[in-house]
């Protein structure tokens, strides 16, 4: 920070409002003879350089809150707001990376799938684009392979490719649908670390979906927890009450049996009240 503005009176012992909240936002599908609640009043904020994750069982609407945020679904009750305004759309201030490894065109080189967002967004020039192409492409460790087409490439070098991608683009906000679901128990760990270590230098807000505690333990500052369809905000859970930084595995342990308790008893009394 510098410069003036933080000592303006306005400013001055407030905190920071948040770069991106959802405020009791209603999610719902449209299907031939139904209409299908995805999520209901769901909640939250999330502050710059958080590492914000959605944690819940498959089909709580993770997803879909998620495509919200992302501008490709409108709220149906609620809304979402960004810097301030209120989410019309999608936006090159919000970049998704999703769990599949054939998000990238194979016809064009590691280079070219790097830079192409951003000259299509019309907001980079040439030689910016290029620049900021070399520089994340660095960043993720991949610059011996950035003539490479990605057919050459394994999973998580895919992934590493959709992140600079996504990164360079330098959006508010990077959300993350599973990006690492689709890679074997190693590769997935490497990966956490390597986003994590990606973090620490650039320190990008992120916000990121899974069903893995492990991962949500791993990769998150901030969790929330979402009970079974239609998803609602079970809880929310700062990593720091946790003491996990200290690399004790006991506490890790605690942490992850405490949200398990959490999922698990509501998913029990979800299923005791749909036996009726
Ligand atoms: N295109 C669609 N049309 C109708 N219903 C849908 C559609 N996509 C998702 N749903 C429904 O909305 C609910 C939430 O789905 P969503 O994909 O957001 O869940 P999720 O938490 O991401 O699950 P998973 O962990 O399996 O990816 C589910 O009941 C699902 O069946
Ligand atoms: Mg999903």
Same mark, same amino acid.
């Given at each position: 920070m510098d410069g003036m503005t933080e000592f303006a009176p306005e400013n001055f012992g407030s905190p920071a409002p948040p770069l991106l909240s959802v405020e009791n936002v209603t999610l719902e599908y449209k299907t031939p003879g139904r209409v299908v !609640? +995805?999520?209901?009043?769901v909640s939250f904020d999330v502050w710059e350089a958080d590492r914000f994750i959605l944690l $819940?069982?498959?089909?709580? $609407?993770k997803s879909t809150l998620l495509k919200a945020v992302g501008g490709f679904i409108a709220p149906r009750e609620g809304r979402i707001v960004l810097d301030g305004r209120t989410i019309q759309g999608p936006g090159p201030d919000r970049v998704v990376v999703f769990q599949?490894?054939?998000? *990238? &065109?194979?016809?064009?080189t590691v280079r070219e799938n790097v830079a192409f967002p951003m000259r299509v967004s019309g907001r980079v020039g040439r030689k910016e684009a290029a620049e900021r192409a070399e520089h994340y492409i660095e960043k993720v460790g991949l610059s011996r392979f950035a003539d490479a087409y990605p057919n050459t490439l394994s999973g998580g070098m895919k992934q590493r490719v959709a992140i600079a991608r996504a990164l360079a683009m330098e959006p508010r906000v990077l959300l993350m649908d599973e &990006?690492? +679901? +689709? *890679?074997?128990a190693l590769t997935r760990r490497k990966m956490q670390e390597e986003l994590l270590a990606l973090w620490e230098e650039v320190r990008f807000t992120l916000l990121f979906v899974t069903h893995s505690i492990e991962e949500a333990l791993v990769v998150g500052n901030r969790i929330a927890l979402l009970s079974p369809?239609?998803? !609602?905000?079970r809880a929310e859970i700062n990593s720091h009450e946790w003491d996990l930084s200290s690399g004790g595995s006991s506490q890790f342990q605690a942490a992850a049996n405490h949200i398990h308790r959490l999922l698990f008893e509501e998913a029990v009394a979800v299923d005791g009240a749909d036996d009726e």
């Open positions: !609640r +995805a999520t209901q009043n $819940g069982a498959s089909g709580c $609407g599949e490894f054939d998000q *990238l &065109p194979p016809w064009k &990006p690492f +679901a +689709a *890679l074997d369809h239609p998803g !609602r905000m």
